[in-house]
Nanobody, 128 residues
Framework: QVQLVESGGGSVQAGGSTRLSCAAS????????MGWFRQAPGKEREGVAA????????YYADSVKGRFTISQDSSKNTLYLQMDSLKPEDTGMYYC?????????????????????WGQGTQVTVSS
């Protein structure tokens, strides 16, 4: 059973930085793609960033380009999200997700339905 466990959230001042981690376990084969999503109160869950684990290609939502960096440490089965120049609108619950079926090969890394496994989420609150 695949398990994803996020950590690293918390309260941050606007303009500050923080790094989220996602520890993965239980894979029978490497996932095709790993992603970070976020959900603010009253809003739909949205794709923030994704990395295709084979080639290392990365993709970002326009709202976080140039500020967030997704990376992976395959030796530790850990996914990261470095978040810099944080804004109050970055506040939300951040989720790690894994695609083990290849659904994201159509380029739809931003779609919730492309990912079959999810972590429990970690809260990030950015105050102005």
């Amino acid at each position: 059973q695949v398990q994803l466990v996020e950590s690293g959230g918390g309260s941050v001042q606007a303009g500050g930085s923080t790094r989220l981690s996602c520890a993965a376990s239980g894979y029978t084969s490497s996932p095709f793609c790993m992603g970070w999503f976020r959900q603010a109160p009253g809003k739909e869950r949205e794709g923030v960033a994704a990395i295709y684990t084979g080639g290392g290609s990365t993709y970002y939502a326009d709202s976080v380009k140039g500020r967030f960096t997704i990376s992976q440490d395959s030796s530790k089965n850990t996914l990261y999200l470095q978040m810099d120049s944080l804004k109050p609108e970055d506040t939300g619950m951040y989720y790690c997700a894994a695609d083990t079926r290849g659904t994201t090969y159509g380029g739809n890394w931003w779609w919730v339905g492309s990912f079959g496994y999810w972590g429990q989420g970690t809260q990030v609150t950015v105050s102005s």
